[in-house]
């Protein structure tokens, strides 16, 4: 194959090395092959994976079409979490189906009834800053980030079952970042139910008491709906509403299997890149000031001017791009012979359009590896260039939902707090669960400030 560089090293250590520190492991690849290049992975008939990072390769990648690609065989190991009518595991119609159902809520004009309850979240959990003087990020944000989603998403007032399932949430997703527990989704013989203190057993269980709890407020939306409440704002109720082509609408697994894999899929991914971008920005004297400036002059309480900021959405996107939370695209399998950029693959070939390589060509962008939020004020980056949230077909369907949050998040906390990194020692990118954060404590001093609100 032309250009594809073949490396023969085990596939064993290839895989180890890819699970424990994939940035490094990119890096070495896209030093020898800056476009394209084959990785042997685990498992004596594995096919080879092959990654590929040029705009023109990644534009040939998602305009083939669905049906020619097997998706299923990269995200299997969703299934005992999500469910199996998630999106996530969906190909063909099936997948087109239910990303009608569900890109309408999270775009457009429904976006502006989510700031004030954004706004709210952030300053009620960030409230006790102010005695603590210094906090740890990891510890704030994806509580920052749950909540809204359980608010926004699942529409939870807060109660008893509120708690109950942020609680039960908080545990679960914090046992899936761990190795030990993570490698019973990627081991089916592992899944063995012998009872409550069993890994797995312990797993059914828990997940049955989650289940419990979204099925009822399921039950209380549907009702809501039938009382055609117009206070009701929140997406699960909107779900309840959408019809495919045919009229139908999702029933209650189908549902469940939707809010569990938005919830999955949308609240790490979140909180860690507003970690990277709390991060950068403060070790960039510069690149603070100049934001501070920018928010000082606007009136906070207002979403939509926040929102436009141009600067804000320049530093945003310079994190997401030096520091995109997934590194690559959905990995998918040619099913039949296919070609990109005059490569030919053979059907069982699984194909990556890599992100996080795409981000450092030094062909697209200069000094790849500087936060120069500038160069998005200056220049326009095409989807096959700039990338964070993928694209086509499996492209994120949070993306404008979660910029309009990660704008508001970061608006809210630096007009009403002076941070400042406790060490000086640059963090490392680590692996959590399935996305790549800033590695330690994070820990930041925290002083108010004394907000100025023009109207
Ligand atoms: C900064 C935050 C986020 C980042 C960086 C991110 C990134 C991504 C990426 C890279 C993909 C795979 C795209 C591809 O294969 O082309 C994806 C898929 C997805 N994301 Fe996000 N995401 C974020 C937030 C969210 C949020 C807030 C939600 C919803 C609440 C969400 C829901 C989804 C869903 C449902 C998919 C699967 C789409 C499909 O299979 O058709 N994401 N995301």
Not at 210 to 235: G, M, N, S, T, V
Not at 355 to 380: G, V
Not at 407 to 420: E, V, Y
Request: glycine residues 6%; hydrophobic residues 40%; negative net charge.
């Amino acid at each position: 194959m032309k250009n594809l560089l073949d490396f023969r090293g085990s596939a064993l250590i290839q895989t180890l090395q890819l699970i424990a520190d994939p940035i490094s492991f990119l890096d070495r690849y896209h030093q020898i092959s800056e476009d394209t290049f084959t990785v042997p992975v685990l498992g004596i008939n594995s096919p080879p994976v092959v990654f590929f990072s040029s705009p023109e390769a990644i534009s040939e990648i998602l305009a083939i079409p669905s049906e020619k690609f097997d998706f299923a065989r990269a995200t299997h190991v969703f299934r005992p979490l999500m469910g199996d009518s998630s999106i996530v595991l969906q190909e063909g119609q099936s997948h087109q189906r239910l990303r009608q159902l569900l890109l309408p809520p999270f775009h457009g004009e429904r976006m502006r009834h989510y700031g004030e309850t954004i706004q709210e979240i952030t300053t009620k959990v960030t409230q006790d800053w102010q005695e603590k003087k210094v906090i740890s990020l990891p510890q704030y944000l994806p509580e920052i980030t749950l909540e809204i989603i359980l608010q926004i998403v699942f529409g939870f007032s807060l109660g008893e079952r509120y708690q109950q399932i942020k609680n039960l949430l908080t545990e679960l997703l914090e046992d899936v970042t761990k190795p030990l527990f993570s490698s019973l989704f990627f081991f089916p013989p592992l899944q063995q139910d012998l009872g409550a203190w069993s890994p797995w057993g312990n797993f059914l269980r828990r997940r049955e008491e989650i289940d419990r709890l979204i099925y009822a407020e399921i039950a209380d939306r549907r009702q809501d709906f039938q009382l055609d409440r117009p206070d009701r704002k929140d997406i699960l109720t909107l779900l309840l509403s959408a019809k495919d082509e045919t009229g139908a609408s999702m029933d209650d697994t189908e549902l469940r299997d939707q809010l569990v894999s938005l919830l999955l899929l949308g609240y790490e991914t979140t909180a860690g890149s507003l970690a990277w971008t709390f991060y950068l920005i403060h070790c960039h004297p510069l690149v603070l000031a100049k934001l501070q400036s920018e928010l000082s002059g606007i009136n906070q309480q207002n979403p939509e001017i926040i929102t436009q900021l141009p600067y804000l959405n320049a530093v945003l996107q310079e994190a997401l791009r030096l520091h995109p939370i997934a590194l690559i695209g959905t990995p998918r399998m040619a099913k039949e012979q296919i070609k990109i950029i005059e490569q030919t693959l053979e059907p069982g070939v699984i194909v990556i359009p890599c992100i996080y390589l795409a981000h450092q060509r030094q062909a697209t962008y200069s000094q790849p590896r500087e936060f120069q939020p500038e160069r998005f004020l200056n220049q326009k980056y095409s989807p096959y260039e700039y990338l964070p949230f993928g694209g086509g077909a499996r492209g994120c369907i949070g993306s404008a939902f979660a910029m309009y949050e990660m704008k508001l998040i970061i608006a809210n906390i630096l007009t009403r707090f002076h941070l400042k990194l406790v060490d000086s020692k640059p963090v490392k990118p680590v692996r959590r669960g399935i996305t790549i954060v800033p590695s330690g404590k994070l820990e930041m001093s925290a002083a108010t400030t004394t907000v100025t609100n023009n109207p």
